[in-house]
């Protein structure tokens, strides 16, 4: 079977996100499948010296132009999740924006199959852009293989070098509105003053954004700044730093309002750290039955984190031991088989 996989998101400002991540890790574990021949594109899935069975598009955007208007009879899409949909007032899409998202809704739906991360995410297309349940397949992601636990030392010296504090909950990600980084932030004058949170991701800094904005907002109503540290350069820098501030952490919180996966719910268990979530979208499918659930509001996150660190050393133990376990039933070489056989169906192959 002949791929043509759009690559450009590897190209582009999205190598170092989700996006870019998912590109990447799908086409290598495609290339090592018996049978399956892939070729890579930059150019919105034009190869000229290829005729493919397939083309796979592993990138959506509801707002500018992925798509080509005319794509090939056997062409795939995945839809990561449709979030600005669903909180329209916090992602105004701009008169061109709209103009372009008919423009995309319309060349998806002559694709001949979309592939989604989640069931909830499922729902979200069928309802939200109109597709077919039948043309739509869920396959679910995974974590980053090499983050894995780390040894105490090695912990030590990674929250030496950021100097973070020993006791601390974790957060790794954007500050988009779905992620509920207010709340995140409230979060912490419900707990003990000797628990500190620390956030990783690029966008922890000072800018002229609204998100940035009702950071700092919180930050002043809370009266917390001396317990929120913020890490911008970790995420680029080093996976073993990354992994051991996982590690490192007494638990970590997923507090969103809506995910189309969440994959950092699946790396802290990897790195055999609790996980606290909003019990919401696709949160309690990545987490299974190994993540403390709860509300999105600061009080009901608090209540997680407390109901972890009330765990004695050898429930906390058993907890760790099943959700790693839990974990390593997602793989990338599972999500790039399972498209294989979205591809099959397409063709017919089954």
């Known amino acids: 079977m002949k791929v043509l996989i759009d690559t450009?998101?590897?190209?582009?400002?999205h190598?170092?996100?989700?996006v870019g991540t998912y590109t990447r890790e799908l086409v290598e574990h495609l290339e090592q499948i018996e049978g399956i021949e892939v070729f890579r594109s930059s150019t919105l899935g034009k190869k000229k010296d290829v005729k493919p069975d397939i083309t796979h598009f592993p990138f959506f955007d509801l707002f500018f132009n992925t798509l080509p208007i005319e794509m090939s009879k056997k062409t795939v899409v995945t839809v990561h999740d449709v979030i600005p949909l669903k909180f329209p007032e916090f992602y105004p899409p701009g008169i061109k924006g709209k103009l372009r998202f008919e423009k995309q809704k319309l060349a998806l739906k002559t694709a001949s199959g979309v592939i989604t991360d989640s069931e909830s995410s499922k729902t979200d297309i069928i309802e939200r852009l109109g597709i077919p349940a039948e043309k739509v397949h869920v396959v679910y992601l995974a974590a980053n293989p090499n983050l894995v636990a780390q040894k105490d030392a090695v912990i030590g010296k990674i929250l030496k070098r950021y100097q973070l504090p020993k006791e601390y909950l974790l957060y790794v990600?954007?500050?988009?509105?779905n992620k509920n980084i207010p709340q995140l932030i409230k979060m912490v004058k419900f707990l003990?003053?000797?628990?500190?949170l620390v956030c990783v991701g690029k966008n922890f800094v000072e800018q002229e954004?609204?998100?940035w904005q009702w950071v700092e907002t919180q930050l002043a109503l809370s009266n917390v700044a001396p317990r929120v540290h913020f890490l911008t350069n970790v995420l680029t820098d080093s996976e073993e730093d990354l992994a051991a501030i996982y590690s490192g952490a007494l638990c970590y919180i997923q507090p969103s309002l809506y995910?189309?996966?969440?994959?950092?719910?699946?790396?802290?268990?990897?790195?055999?750290?609790?996980?606290v979530a909003a019990n919401t979208s696709s949160l309690p499918e990545v987490g299974g039955e190994h993540a403390v659930y709860t509300g999105t509001s600061?009080?009901?996150?608090?209540?997680?984190?407390?109901?972890?660190?009330?765990?004695?050393?050898?429930?906390r133990e058993q907890k760790i031991k099943e959700a790693y376990k839990w974990s390593q039933t997602f793989s990338w070489q599972k999500t790039a088989a399972n498209t294989v056989e979205v591809y099959k169906k397409i063709l017919g192959q089954e």
């Open 173 to 177: 990600g954007d500050i988009n509105y």
């Open 192 to 196: 003990p003053e000797n628990l500190h």
């Open 8 to 13: 450009s998101p590897l190209s582009s400002g």
């Open 259 to 275: 995910e189309g996966f969440g994959l950092p719910v699946l790396e802290a268990m990897q790195c055999r750290t609790p996980v």
């Open 209 to 211: 954004i609204p998100e």
């Open 15 to 18: 190598a170092i996100r989700g």
């Open 298 to 315: 600061a009080e009901e996150l608090a209540a997680g984190v407390e109901q972890i660190l009330s765990w004695s050393k050898t429930r």
